[in-house]
């Protein structure tokens, strides 16, 4: 058994900035590192501009930056708006490695990424087991079978619970939370300080659509977004809004009201009874019992899309009540908060994707005239996305020290 406090460190490249010297960025200084790691390399210019700072303020938050090692700065170029030679600001930790895992009820998912969560190795298994101390024992096992080029510094595990801090954190930031996952059959685990004694990292734990979202936000097609929503259909129906940059916070009392929202007082019955809401319209479950129906035998929703593809009258009935379900509930979200932008992922989105005509019709059944101005993207529908979405929860958590 090894000690909590002295689990095995992993090996640090040289070069690469400590993972613990990002604790010390002031609170002042985190959005120029949110900015450079999100944006890429900038100018001086540039940052003050886009964060709203004088020229001597930007300075003097980059100054330690540059000083600790954290901040380099590249070769010289011609600054476009006065022409004077300057060396635009990068962020140093190139060689930062993280590790993201998603859990579902039966499989377990892992990446290791880099600092801008490009995914650089990959892993899918079925789960060994279904306690706490064989999922991270398992994901100990895949860790060491992937690692290109040293472990990784830090981890984030993701899972359709609400994790809750438990007060105390460890030396190395990693915080005390306790999780349910009901699929799982867990309760009050301290999965965050489990993970972290089996694999040596430090390790924060997620919300898995929380993390997508913010995946999406930094690093996916909600990119420069500051008001976006986030549908994910799959076993559940998972939502995330952001508003003026920042995640809303929404209990899983909110998050139940959402997914059991009636679109259609005559629609298809959902397992808690009621009549077309969204899981009814857009739950995998409910997606392959529609299918079942109709085609009188079991389907996979890989068998379900393909055959909707391909034409079969059944499977597209399937897809055109889904998508759109989809359509009107973007259009509802943008009806009542003003966003511009939805974005839909899941394993569902292909089967989405196959009945488009229906997605408009239902944005334009909720918007109205106005149903040009709602974009509705269907975005990843791989489960490696949302283990590159815990890889971001790492990111955001350790080096950006992100608390929202
Ligand atoms: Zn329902």
Redesign the pocket.
Known sequence: MTDDRRGPRPHRPAGRPALDLWGTVTPAARPVVRELLVNGPGTRTDLARTLGLSGGSLTRLTKPLVEAGLVAERSVVHDPDNGRPTRPLDIAGDGHRFLGVKLTADHLYAVVTDLRATVLAERAEPLAGRTPEAVCAQARRLLDEMGPDGPPEAAGVSLGGHPRPAGGAGPDGTAEQLCDAPFLGWRDVPLARLFRRTTGLPTVVDNDVAALAHAQHWFGAARGHRDFALVTVGAGIGYALFLDGRMRPLSALDLNGF????LDPGGP???????G????HLSTQSLLAAAAQGLRRRVTLREVTELAVAGDPICRSVAGSAAWALGAVAGTIANLTGVRTVIAAGEGVELVGAARAALADGIRQRRHRDHHTLEVSLGPDSFTEWARGAAVTAIRAFVVRDPA
């Open positions: 997914s059991h929202h009636v019955l959902c397992p808690d009874g009621h009549r809401c969204l899981a009814a």
